[in-house]
């Protein structure tokens, strides 16, 4: 099963640099612009169905692809980002000069949650749970899923290879070919990272890590 894991499009926050995890912020025009764009290069008929996260920024990048490809669009709460407590809303730059121990723990220890939020275990566990459950389904086709950079951060571990680099740009896509194992869990047997939606249709773009 083919899942095209796209990040959502730019948000204020993400024009202004702040972290934004559960915090429920719409598309800015920018954003609104890229997802528009976006769909415009899928192809209708070559897509199986569209999910997204259901907060906002999520939900607004989805709707113009799903009008393209004339399929519902279906939320599943598992694909929201990671819930970052007291972090939320907060300048990076600012955080990293004041916290830069909470930085590190945050972008590199899983089992870290920030005050009031979620460890990146739990996040990637309610993550890769919800893309198991869309690769177990027999769809008939690749998968839109509108996601968040978080979270798709956290895939990380399970794409073998993968070198540690920047986050998935907005509008831009983790592609991975899985299947679900017996045990329940997501087995990757081909990825891309930060590709354009629309070159994942039919084969793999070639390999950018």
């Known amino acids: 099963m083919r899942l095209v ?19 429920d912020i719409p598309l800015n025009a920018e954003g ?6 976006m769909a415009e290069r899928l192809t209708p008929g070559r897509w199986a169905a569209v999910h997204s996260s259901p907060l906002a920024r999520a ?15 279906q939320t599943l709460d598992g694909l929201r980002e990671r819930h970052l407590g007291e972090v939320d809303g907060l300048d990076r730059a600012r955080y990293a ?3 830069p121990d909470e930085l590190r723990r945050l972008l590199t220890d899983p089992g870290y949650a920030p005050p009031g939020g ?3 275990t739990d996040a990637r566990r309610r993550f890769v749970a919800a893309l198991a459950q869309l690769a177990g389904a027999d769809h008939g086709g690749p998968i839109l899923v509108m996601t968040h950079g978080g979270v798709l951060n ?3 571990p399970y794409l073998p ?25 997501l087995r990757v047997e081909q990825w891309r990272w930060d590709v354009a939606p629309h070159a994942c249709q039919d084969g793999l773009p070639p390999h950018p890590c």
């Not at 609104?32 to 764009?37: F, H, I, N, V």
């Not at 939900?59 to 669009?73: F, G, M, S």
């Open 5 to 23: 894991l796209l990040r959502h499009g730019q948000t204020d926050l993400n024009a202004r640099n702040r972290f934004q995890a559960q915090a």
């Open 32 to 37: 609104r612009r890229q997802a528009q764009e």
């Open 59 to 73: 939900v607004d990048t989805a709707r113009p692809a799903a009008d393209r490809l004339r399929l519902p669009q």
């Open 97 to 99: 000069a004041e916290h």
């Open 118 to 120: 979620e460890t990146g």
């Open 154 to 156: 956290l895939l990380r």
């Open 161 to 185: 290879g993968c070198p540690d680099g920047p986050m998935v740009g907005n509008c831009r896509a983790v592609v991975v070919d899985a299947v679900r194992a017996p045990d329940g869990d």
